[in-house]
């Protein structure tokens, strides 16, 4: 149980396009779901937190506009990187908590984006 | 905001001995949850183990248990009867509550190599 995927797994896209990350909880439904980023031989670095039906909270420095987050149903959370630059290359991974308090994330496979 | 420190970024163990990988956190808080995720060269985050603040007892999942040190703040993972499998990064995690939802925050990491 408590499976999380994530789609696409690796996308390549060129410099000023948009690109969108999905994320799902596949048995269980997550009021919370929380996007990270992961440099290369680095920890997790929180991004913003996604609650189901209102607006996600975002990291000191992250920019809102930037990354666009939407968390539309008790199963699906999307991350849009908007107008996309080299810098915005990175590992980016989701993960969801399960619904009615439990404190456990589990993590989806993870998305690699290279922006050329 | 809290700090998880893990003092050996690199740690190397042969198959079938026990190794143990260290860490600690700093809080003020006296109820939190503690994780240990291990991320294998997919880079899928795997929930290895989680231990509750209040509880007392160490938690254990078959091969794997932690040395749980409220007063020290300390929470070590020990890994028995090592596998070639078990060859991944392992990040230690504090869970703090933050804004209305909890946020994992995660160590650098220790690179655990597994020799045959």
């Known amino acids: 149980g408590a499976v999380v995927s994530q789609h696409p797994s690796w996308v390549i896209c060129k410099s000023g396009t948009s690109v969108k990350i999905e994320c799902r909880s596949l048995d269980f439904q997550a009021t919370t779901m929380f996007w990270y980023r992961q440099f290369p031989k680095q920890s997790l670095m929180l991004m913003a937190t996604?609650?189901?039906?209102?607006?996600?909270?975002?990291e000191q420095g992250v920019e809102k506009d930037k990354f666009l987050i939407n968390h539309a149903s008790l199963t699906l959370s999307t991350l849009t990187v908007t107008s996309a630059h080299p810098e915005d290359s990175s590992f980016y991974i989701c993960?969801?908590?399960?619904?009615?308090?439990?404190?456990?994330?589990?993590f989806g496979p993870g998305t690699r984006l290279l922006v050329l | 905001a809290q700090t998880v420190t893990q003092s050996q970024p690199e740690m190397s163990v042969q198959e079938a001995e026990t190794v143990t990988l260290s860490c600690t956190y700093d809080t003020s808080e006296s109820d939190y949850y503690l994780f240990w995720y291990k991320q294998p060269p997919s880079r899928q985050m795997i929930l290895v183990i989680r231990q509750e603040a209040y509880k007392q007892q160490n938690a254990t999942e078959n091969r794997f248990s932690v040395n749980f040190q409220k007063a020290a703040k300390s929470f070590s993972l020990k890994i028995s009867d090592s596998q070639l499998g078990d060859a991944a990064m392992y990040f230690c995690?504090?869970?703090?509550?933050?804004?209305?939802?909890?946020?994992?925050?995660f160590g650098k990491g220790t690179k655990l190599t597994v020799n045959p």
């Open positions: 996604s609650n189901e039906g209102s607006k996600a909270t975002y």
């Open positions: 995690a504090y869970e703090e509550y933050e804004g209305g939802s909890e946020k994992l925050v």
């Open positions: 993960s969801a908590s399960l619904a009615g308090g439990q404190e456990t994330q589990y």
